[in-house]
């Protein structure tokens, strides 16, 4: 596969988030996906992109996320997103409940919730000093997706 | 690129969303629909017929506007809610929480 990698680097900022999604489109693309599976993949990397770009690394300090991708077969894409921040697994987060009221729910926890019910495999590892998540989208079931 | 258009039809106001609701977009739907609650406004209705995308924060801007006009009485209903957008308010189990319709006019005589 890693001949058929390809990959950017990218200031760990929220503003480049259009240019991570432009990235990408490329590789869904390749991949053959329609437009329903190219949202939900843009959904999977917005969410670890601003992971990254929101707490990777302390205020006021810039850092680089490389964003990776490569298409093994036509209706499959391999995502990869590293940072060189502070060592994190957003996998860890507890379960969020969603059974809440309206008042009672909170705001947030749901992109890591999304990432888990959407990727078709999703791996954390820490090394060499980066975090580095993965995940594979092989399109969804019954929608536009692979061809 | 988020689009919002908005009027005012007496029992409601009416936002028609199109585009992409992401981490950076997502904040204009939020500052649109508060100026319109500072305004007076009690009752929301967003048309998301053009809505093609919406990522987990543009989820939490649906949650904050409803949780600041539920004090209020006030309601935030959701119209022509199709395609991705609809799969990831069914996943979070967001729709359980919104008034959801097949178009404004239902919307707004449910009001």
């Known amino acids: ?147 | 690129m988020l689009e919002i258009q908005a009027s005012d039809v007496g029992k409601a106001v009416v936002l028609r969303v199109g585009g992409r609701m992401d981490a950076e977009t997502s904040v204009e739907f939020e500052t649109t629909c508060v100026g319109w609650i500072d305004r007076g406004a009690k009752h929301l209705v967003v048309d998301l017929a053009g809505l093609q995308y919406v990522s987990s924060m543009g989820l939490s801007k649906f949650l904050a506007v409803a949780k600041a006009l539920q004090p209020k009485s006030g309601s935030l209903s959701l119209c022509h809610l199709e395609g991705v957008p609809r799969q990831v308010f069914e996943m979070t189990r967001l729709i359980q929480l919104f008034p959801v319709f097949d178009s404004v006019e239902a919307a707004v005589a449910s009001l």
């Not at chain 1, 990235?23 to 390749?30: D, R």
């Not at chain 1, 850092?63 to 957003?90: C, H, K, M, T």
Request: hydrophobic share 40%; net charge negative; with cysteine.
């Open chain 1, 1 to 147: 596969m890693d001949s058929d990698f390809r990959r950017i680097t990218l200031p760990a900022r929220t503003d480049q988030l259009g240019a991570c999604f432009a990235f990408l489109n490329e590789g869904s693309k390749l991949a053959q996906f329609g437009i329903e599976d190219a949202a939900r993949l843009d959904l999977l990397l917005e969410e670890l992109f601003m992971n990254v770009a929101r707490h990777a690394y302390p205020p006021g300090q810039e850092g680089s996320v490389e964003v990776g991708w490569a298409v093994p077969r036509p209706g499959e894409l391999y995502v990869q997103i590293s940072d060189w921040g502070s060592r994190f697994n957003p996998l860890d987060r507890s379960p969020h409940d969603f059974s809440k009221s309206l008042a009672e729910r909170p705001l947030g926890g749901m992109g890591i919730f999304l990432i888990k019910t959407i990727a078709d495999s999703l791996e954390y590892q820490w090394k060499e000093g980066r975090n580095l998540l993965s995940f594979r989208y092989l399109g969804a079931k019954g929608s536009d997706g692979a061809s």
